[in-house]
C-alpha cells in the first residue's frame, strides 16, 4: 500500500526531530562556508535560501552587526548553509560558491550581492543578473 503524501510528509517531520544537535552540526555534501575561528566557543548555524526574503533582511540587516562585534573580533564562528527552496536559489548558492581567488570572503561577497539584488533576479532577469553578479570583479 502507497503512503499518502501527508503521511511521507509526517515521516518526515518525525525523522527531522529525532535527529541530535551532534547530528545537524556535521558538515553535509557541501563543506561549509565559514568565518571565525574555528575553535571559538560559540557557533551561528545559518540555513538560508537565496530567494527567501527573510533570510534576505537577516543578511541585510542583522548579519552585518553580527559580522562586525562578534565574527571579526574573534568571539564566535558564523557558519552558513544553503537550503534552497526552489531552483532559483539553488542557482543563487551555485554562483555564490564560483570564487576564482578561493577566498571566503569572496563567497561571502557574492552571496550579499545576490541577497542585495534578489528582487530582480529571483522574480523575473534569473539568468541576465546572476551572469552579471558573477562577472563583478572582487
Same mark, same amino acid.
Given at each position: 500500500?502507497?503512503?499518502?503524501?501527508?503521511?511521507? /510528509?509526517?515521516?518526515?517531520?518525525?525523522?527531522?526531530? =529525532?535527529? $541530535?544537535?551532534?547530528?545537524? =552540526?556535521?558538515? #553535509?555534501?557541501?563543506?561549509?562556508?565559514?568565518?571565525?575561528?574555528?575553535? /571559538?566557543?560559540?557557533?551561528?548555524?545559518?540555513?538560508?535560501?537565496?530567494?527567501?526574503? %527573510?533570510? /534576505?533582511?537577516?543578511?541585510?540587516?542583522?548579519?552585518?552587526?553580527?559580522?562586525?562585534?562578534?565574527?571579526?573580533?574573534?568571539?564566535?564562528?558564523?557558519?552558513?548553509?544553503?537550503?534552497?527552496?526552489?531552483?532559483?536559489?539553488?542557482? $543563487?548558492?551555485?554562483?555564490?560558491?564560483?570564487?576564482? #581567488? $578561493?577566498?571566503?570572503? +569572496?563567497?561571502?561577497?557574492? %552571496?550579499?550581492?545576490?541577497?542585495?539584488? #534578489?528582487?530582480?533576479?529571483?522574480?523575473?532577469?534569473? =539568468? +541576465?543578473?546572476?551572469?552579471?553578479? $558573477?562577472?563583478?570583479? /572582487?
Amino acid at each position: 500500500m502507497a503512503c499518502s503524501p501527508a503521511s511521507r /510528509a509526517l515521516r518526515l517531520i518525525s525523522d527531522a526531530l =529525532a535527529q $541530535g544537535a551532534a547530528d545537524v =552540526a556535521k558538515p #553535509q555534501s557541501l563543506p561549509d562556508m565559514a568565518l571565525g575561528p574555528a575553535n /571559538a566557543s560559540v557557533t551561528i548555524t545559518e540555513y538560508a535560501s537565496m530567494t527567501c526574503p %527573510h533570510c /534576505a533582511a537577516f543578511t541585510e540587516t542583522v548579519f552585518p552587526k553580527i559580522k562586525s562585534e562578534f565574527i571579526d573580533s574573534g568571539k564566535i564562528r558564523f557558519v552558513f548553509r544553503e537550503f534552497p527552496l526552489d531552483i532559483k536559489a539553488a542557482a $543563487g548558492s551555485m554562483l555564490a560558491r564560483c570564487n576564482r #581567488q $578561493g577566498r571566503r570572503s +569572496e563567497i561571502f561577497r557574492r %552571496h550579499r550581492l545576490a541577497v542585495q539584488q #534578489q528582487g530582480e533576479w529571483a522574480m523575473k532577469n534569473t =539568468a +541576465e543578473t546572476l551572469t552579471r553578479i $558573477g562577472k563583478r570583479p /572582487a
